[in-house]
């Protein structure tokens, strides 16, 4: 399995980016995907999951109701919509498939796309 993420950039606060995830393989060798975040200084974070079998969603509370992960509809391309953007938000942000949201948990990690937000 091989993960793309891409996406990211420098955006100003309250505004938007939508990151992507390509995954190679078939879709059974990952069981989820999902999304972390590393800011300086700080533990790597599951921000957001999306189980490839039922289609099930994980926010952490910090993006909930900001964030949206769906994908498309042959499942290889995850995406992170990300909305009213905080400087907060910004880090470097990596997709994974494993046991989401633990970082720990992860088989595979796509390289980070950093994402700047400017206050």
């Known amino acids: 399995v091989q993960l793309q993420a891409s996406g990211g950039g420098l955006v100003q606060s309250g505004g938007s980016l939508r990151l992507s995830c390509a995954a190679s393989?078939?879709?059974?060798?990952?069981?989820?995907i999902g999304w972390f975040r590393q800011a300086p200084g700080k533990e790597r974070e599951g921000i957001s999951c999306l189980s490839s079998s039922d289609g099930s969603t994980y926010y952490a509370d910090s993006v909930k109701g900001r964030f949206t992960i769906f994908r498309e509809s042959d499942k290889k391309l995850v995406f992170l919509q990300m909305n009213s953007l905080k400087p907060e938000d910004t880090a470097v942000y990596y997709c994974a498939t494993g046991s989401c949201p633990r970082p720990d948990l992860q088989d595979y990690w796509g390289q980070g796309t950093l994402v700047t937000v400017s206050s």
């Open positions: 393989g078939s879709p059974s060798d990952y069981p989820a």
